[in-house]
């Protein structure tokens, strides 16, 4: 599968930005999809990410209440809805695809190339 991150931009804090990550190849219902980021000097570290289906989600401590991950698999997306972003949320963040149901960042096996988020005054 191909995935295609788009949406970053510079935003300001308490701003709002929605990610999203277009796939192609084989049924995107197939894969459990994921967000990550990645800030200069820092590793790669997992947001959020959501089940085959939709129904089950996770998210890192830091943007839980903030950030809502979705699916739409008709049309072969995910989003990454970001609400009240905060400074620290500044990154490069990617999608990924992983056809195991559970699992980390090295369970993932397709990596798009990444959307730069930026949030400053």
């Known amino acids: 599968v191909q995935l295609q991150a788009s949406g970053g931009g510079l935003v300001q804090p308490g701003d709002s930005l929605r990610l999203s990550c277009a796939a192609s190849g084989r049924a995107f219902s197939s894969y459990r999809m994921g967000w990550f980021r990645q800030s200069p000097g820092k590793e790669r570290e997992f947001v959020a990410a959501?089940?085959?289906?939709?129904?089950?989600?996770q998210y890192a401590d830091s943007v839980k209440g903030r950030f809502t991950i979705s699916r739409d698999n008709a049309k072969n997306t995910v989003y990454l809805q970001m609400n009240s972003l905060k400074p620290e949320d500044t990154a490069v963040y990617y999608c990924?695809?992983?056809?195991?149901?559970?699992?980390?960042?090295?369970?993932?096996?397709?990596w798009g190339q990444g959307t730069q988020v930026t949030v400053s005054s």
């Open positions: 990924a695809a992983s056809v195991s149901l559970y699992g980390g960042l090295s369970s993932y096996e397709f």
């Open positions: 959501i089940s085959r289906g939709g129904v089950g989600s």
